[in-house]
């Protein structure tokens, strides 16, 4: 059974910071990997999605990287700002399981001003 | 072009009372699923629709089920509401090709926050 962890559960840093933060996931078979964003109280929004055979995709100042045989995923944030304060959750979807996304907890992140 | 669509917004139920909530797919999309997100919790899948049949089921009782109309629009039931199933419901659509697993991103709608008293 796939389970997708993502440690810490929150992060507070200061504007204009770079920041990363993680994903791992137990079974390396997996089809993709999403990065999302969700508001408070609200749906989820699509940031990046790393097809497998893939090793990273950019978007902005977004880049999220991939290493299947590890298990590992990273969301890395550059100079971040005060509207990037959201939650980030990450999914993966394994072969065989048409589709089905798989979810971490998410990590709450802050940004001060 | 609209995205993905749920109706209602909020819903506020009683125990043992059922629900239906309702989404319509972003154009071209032909497959749904339907995820529940407890508070402080990743979403949770609870089945996917193609071609108006459950193609795939996760682990949730039979109180929950399903329904894919010909425009592709879904509706997810809950029969005898329980406390445990207040949550936000979020419906995704993709399109799947020739059958296979999804290739693109999955666009996910704004949900419908449930709150069983």
């Known amino acids: 059974k796939q389970e997708v962890t993502q440690i810490p559960a929150a992060l507070s840093v200061p504007e204009g910071e770079n920041l990363v933060l993680n994903c791992s996931f137990t079974d390396s078979a997996i089809y993709n990997l999403q990065w999302f964003r969700q508001d408070p109280g609200k749906g989820l929004t699509s940031l990046l999605l790393?097809?497998?055979?893939?090793r990273e995709q950019t978007s902005g100042r977004l880049n999220a990287s991939l290493d299947k045989s590890s298990g590992r995923s990273t969301l890395y944030i550059a100079a971040s700002q005060p509207g990037d304060s959201a939650t980030y959750l990450c999914a993966v979807s394994s072969p065989g399981a048409n589709s089905k996304l798989t979810f971490g907890k998410g990590i709450t992140l802050s940004v001060r001003p | 072009d609209a995205g993905v669509t749920q109706s209602p917004t909020h819903l506020i139920k009683t125990r043992g009372q059922q629900v239906t909530l309702r989404c319509s797919p972003k154009?071209?999309?032909?497959?749904v699923s339907w995820y529940q997100q407890a508070l402080g919790q990743g979403p949770q899948f609870i089945f996917q629709y193609y071609e108006e049949e459950e193609r795939q089921r996760g682990n949730f009782p039979d109180r929950f089920s399903g329904h894919q109309f010909p425009n592709y629009s879904s509706e997810l039931n809950v029969n005898a509401l329980l406390l445990g199933d207040s949550a936000l419901y979020l419906c995704a659509s993709s399109l799947v090709l020739a059958g296979g697993p999804v290739q693109e991103t999955q666009y996910f709608g704004p949900g419908t926050r449930l709150l069983v008293l």
């Open positions: 790393i097809q497998s055979s893939q």
């Open positions: 154009s071209g999309h032909d497959t």
